[in-house]
């Protein structure tokens, strides 16, 4: 613990005393990563199609992929689920127009996003 006294130097009476006590580390989490490898959003820029390679450490079910644009407005939302291994995800840009988007996928223990552009 460290203890700290505080006083007024023209009038050393007036004081103030505190202690801050500082506990030991009971034990350390480990925090093991969902996905050990993401890829970036294949082929950039996209015209109909575009990929995303995960390897995940564990079985997902029902992660959620959503695109993005670059205003902040979510354009589109699916569901996907992930086996152990290495996974490619489908993105479907034929129905968005030109422009930056943001593919980001979401699970209850990981969030990753990936920026990418359609040309058309």
């Given amino acids: 613990?460290?203890?700290?006294?505080?006083?007024?130097?023209?009038?050393?009476?007036?004081?103030?005393?505190?202690?801050?006590?500082?506990?030991?580390?009971?034990?350390?989490?480990?925090?093991?990563?969902?996905?050990?490898?993401?890829?970036?959003?294949?082929?950039?820029?996209?015209?109909?199609?575009?990929?995303?390679?995960?390897?995940?450490?564990?079985t997902v079910d029902n992660a959620s992929l959503s695109i993005t644009n670059s205003l902040g407005s979510v354009v589109s939302t699916k569901y996907i689920d992930l086996s152990a291994g290495k996974n490619t995800v489908a993105i479907d840009s034929e129905s968005l127009s030109s422009g930056i988007y943001f593919a980001t996928i979401t699970s209850n223990k990981t969030k990753i996003v990936k920026k990418f552009t359609v040309n058309k």
């Fill in 1 to 58: 613990h460290v203890r700290y006294q505080i006083y007024d130097q023209n009038n050393p009476s007036d004081l103030f005393t505190f202690t801050i006590y500082y506990n030991d580390a009971v034990s350390v989490k480990e925090n093991t990563q969902l996905f050990s490898s993401v890829s970036a959003v294949y082929p950039n820029p996209a015209i109909n199609k575009a990929h995303i390679n995960i390897v995940s450490s564990e």
